[in-house]
Nanobody, 127 residues
């Protein structure tokens, strides 16, 4: 397993941007598909985006419909880091955002497929 630490959350006005970062420990980072999930108060944790490990063929990224065209996930395997660039933020994007690692494809990334979770970072979007 990898250990994950997120950063970059905060308070932003609607229409603004934030970039989340997640640093992983261990030398096997590149073999994990990395993802971001979020959980709003009273709601279940939901998938946001994923970027595939180098070991998988097929589509490199996957996004929830609610964030397509606004969020971009990327990874830097040399830095053991995955990013989530969030643009055009909406109040409904307010949640705790969790970094996740799984041994699956980008399309297969789901709560049940996650091997490791970060501690979460709060994102609050004001209207």
């Amino acid at each position: 397993q990898v250990q994950l630490v997120e950063s970059g959350g905060g308070l932003v006005q609607a229409g603004g941007s934030l970039r989340l970062s997640c640093v992983a420990s261990g030398r096997t980072f590149s073999t994990y598909t990395m993802g971001w999930f979020r959980q709003a108060p009273g709601k279940e944790r939901e998938f946001v985006a994923a970027v595939a490990a180098i070991t998988w063929t097929g589509s490199r990224t996957n996004y929830a419909d609610s964030v397509k065209g606004r969020f971009t996930i990327s990874r830097d395997n040399a830095k053991n880091t995955v990013y989530l660039q969030m643009n055009s933020l909406k109040p409904e994007d307010t949640a705790v955002y969790y970094c996740a690692a799984g041994l699956t494809t980008a399309q297969g990334m789901a709560v049940r497929a996650v091997n490791s979770w970060g501690q979460g970072t709060q994102v609050t979007v004001s209207s």
